[in-house]
């Protein structure tokens, strides 16, 4: 069975700092994604990664995938307040042709000024 | 061009009723899924239906139910209703099932309470 683990659960951070979210899960997959969900709000998609050494970037946020060591990370550089979010990401069963996503418990982020 | 819509955006239930709970996807998509967010349990996968078939079942009691229309339009049904069912049951579409570069879309959600 499929299981998808993030630490840390909650990051507290000043702004202007770097830091790193990890994601692990536990058997092969072939796509991870990675969303972000302010208080109140549905899940707004940030990045896809689909293969070994994927590399994506967006603003202050890149994302990264590891399929041999089953784990993808998002590094947040120089934070903002305006990063302050929980971020998920999620897992899909490999080869599988379905949109079932296995979600991480999330990491809540607050970046303080 | 407009994005997943769920209504209601709220309900609170009863013990023992059921609900439904609308879902329209971004036109074009056919495939839709839907997750129930819990603070205990996180986000946990219900359903998927692709072209009016359920193609995927999560690990829910048969008390949770669902469907699609022709016009890829979906609903969900909860019977029964248990306290523990309270949750922000969110929607999802993209264009296909197969097709893993292509992100899931998420509504606003429906923040059912069960009293």
């Known amino acids: 069975e499929l299981k998808v683990e993030q630490n840390p659960l909650f990051l507290s951070m000043q702004e202007g700092k770097n830091y790193t979210i990890y994601c692990n899960y536990s058997t092969t997959s072939d796509r991870l994604y990675w969303y972000r969900q302010d208080p109140g709000k549905s899940l707004e998609s940030l990045f896809v990664?689909?293969?070994?050494?994927a590399v994506k970037q967006e603003g202050r946020l890149m994302a990264s995938l590891d399929t041999k060591a089953r784990l993808s990370t998002l590094h947040i550089t120089a934070a903002v307040h305006d990063l302050s979010a929980t971020y998920f990401c999620?897992?899909?069963?490999?080869?599988?042709?379905?949109?079932?996503?296995?979600f991480g418990t999330g990491t809540l982020l607050a970046v303080q000024p | 061009k407009a994005g997943v819509t769920q209504t209601p955006r709220y309900l609170i239930k009863t013990r023992g009723q059921q609900v439904t709970l609308s879902c329209s996807p971004i036109s074009g998509h056919r495939s839709v899924s839907w997750y129930q967010q819990t603070p205990g349990q996180g986000l946990q996968f219900l359903f998927e239906y692709f072209s009016e078939t359920q193609r995927n079942k999560g690990n829910f009691p048969g008390r949770f139910s669902g469907r699609q229309f022709s016009n890829s339009r979906s609903e969900m049904n909860v019977s029964t209703l248990e306290l523990g069912d309270s949750a922000l049951y969110l929607c999802?579409?993209?264009?296909?099932?197969?097709?893993?570069?292509?992100?899931?879309?998420f509504g606003n959600g429906t923040r059912l309470t069960v009293t």
């Open positions: 990664l689909l293969s070994n050494g």
């Open positions: 999620a897992v899909g069963t490999i080869g599988g042709a379905t949109n079932k996503l296995i």
């Open positions: 999802a579409s993209s264009r296909t099932h197969d097709r893993p570069n292509s992100p899931l879309h």
